[in-house]
């Protein structure tokens, strides 16, 4: 194939002990000539807790524009059950501190719930990155390699022709004579 310290030397520009990981792991695969991209989704759901995965769950319901509106017509609809309907015998008159109380126990537990996931995703992004840098330097030693075939078989090809060519001018040579 080529040889291996001098191509490690010459496309990272350091030898092979002073390669990284990722380095090592990436240009195992290309050797093998095995795949190396997974599904970063199925790797994190196959690993996420029961409480991640409901964790993100409540961020993707608490961010969506459905709740958003139902939790406007909640309040809307506690708003003027408490000022109209029950003017005299409200159970929460106005400025509706039990109201407040709600939604200020909603807000100390739905944030630190989203930051969870936000958190997931931030690590799921991580995943992604460094799947794409394995993937991206796989392909670019591919293609390196690729083009040292293509040379070698190029020079292989242009020494025949320059042996052909000396062949028959000195041929051509003899026949003149």
Same mark, same amino acid.
Not at 4 to 9: D, E, R, S, V, Y
Not at 103 to 115: R, Y
Not at 133 to 156: F, S, W
């Given at each position: 194939?080529?040889?291996?310290?001098?191509?490690?030397?010459?496309?990272?520009? %350091?030898?092979? $002990?002073? @390669?990284? $990981?990722? *380095?090592?792991?990436?240009?195992? %695969?290309?050797? #093998?000539?095995?795949?190396?991209?997974?599904?970063?989704?199925?790797? @994190?759901?196959?690993?996420?807790?029961?409480?991640?995965?409901?964790?993100?769950?409540? /961020?993707?319901?608490?961010?969506?524009?459905?709740?958003?509106?139902?939790?406007?017509?909640?309040? =809307? &609809?506690?708003?003027? &059950?408490?000022?109209?309907?029950? /003017?005299?015998?409200?159970?929460?008159?106005?400025?509706?501190?039990? !109201?407040?109380?709600?939604?200020?126990?909603?807000?100390?537990?739905?944030?630190?719930?989203?930051?969870?996931?936000?958190?997931?995703?931030?690590?799921? +992004?991580? !995943? #992604? /990155?460094?799947?794409?840098?394995?993937?991206?330097?796989?392909?670019?030693?591919? =293609?390196?390699?690729?083009?040292?075939?293509? +040379?070698?078989?190029?020079?292989? *090809? !242009?020494?025949? @022709?320059? *042996?052909? =060519?000396?062949?028959?001018?000195?041929?051509? $040579? /003899?026949?003149?004579?």
């Amino acid at each position: 194939m080529y040889n291996l310290p001098n191509f490690i030397h010459t496309h990272f520009g %350091k030898s092979a $002990d002073e @390669l990284g $990981d990722i *380095e090592k792991r990436v240009l195992q %695969k290309a050797h #093998e000539r095995k795949i190396i991209s997974t599904n970063v989704n199925a790797v @994190l759901s196959a690993e996420s807790s029961f409480g991640q995965r409901i964790a993100d769950g409540i /961020a993707r319901v608490g961010g969506s524009w459905s709740f958003i509106l139902t939790f406007l017509a909640f309040l =809307v &609809i506690w708003t003027v &059950i408490n000022t109209i309907i029950l /003017a005299t015998g409200a159970f929460d008159p106005y400025p509706f501190v039990f !109201l407040n109380l709600i939604l200020s126990m909603l807000a100390a537990i739905q944030a630190p719930i989203i930051m969870m996931s936000q958190n997931r995703q931030a690590e799921r +992004d991580r !995943l #992604e /990155a460094a799947k794409d840098y394995e993937v991206n330097l796989k392909a670019e030693l591919e =293609v390196l390699a690729l083009h040292q075939k293509i +040379d070698m078989r190029v020079l292989t *090809e !242009l020494t025949s @022709l320059r *042996e052909d =060519v000396a062949r028959l001018s000195a041929a051509l $040579d /003899a026949k003149r004579i």
